[in-house]
């Protein structure tokens, strides 16, 4: 069983910054994939960026260049720090991680981006 809380969410201008943590508890996501998706109001939600064990990453192509996940398995928390923000960044974003076949999510953090 994993729980995944994020935060570092809010307001910020086009071309600002903000970095989302994900901690998780319950058991160490040492070895996990994880995952960050969005949800922009009125569209479906998508994926973001990944981070493997070993710390190899991808993104979707749009935010290549802008967003950086990282992890601390120290910390049991995944980051996503994100500059250069833009208007079409605002969604709802969340974690994810898969177990044994189970699909573990928190409840997400609003990003608002105003141009």
């Known amino acids: 069983q994993v729980s995944l809380v994020e935060s570092g969410g809010g307001w910020v201008q086009a071309g600002g910054s903000l970095r989302l943590s994900c901690v998780a508890s319950?058991?160490?996501?040492?070895?996990?994939?994880m995952d960050w998706y969005r949800q922009a109001p009125g569209k479906e939600r998508e994926f973001v960026a990944r981070?493997?064990?070993?710390?190899?990453?991808n993104y979707v192509d749009s935010v290549k260049g802008r967003f950086t996940i990282s992890r601390d398995n120290a910390k049991n928390t995944v980051y996503l720090q994100m500059n250069s923000l833009k208007p079409e960044d605002t969604a709802v974003y969340y974690c994810?991680?898969?177990?044994?076949?189970?699909?573990?999510w928190g409840k997400g953090t609003l990003v608002t981006v105003s141009s």
């Open positions: 994810k991680t898969e177990r044994v076949g189970i699909r573990y």
């Open positions: 319950g058991s160490s996501i040492r070895f996990n994939i």
């Open positions: 981070i493997g064990s070993s710390g190899a990453t």
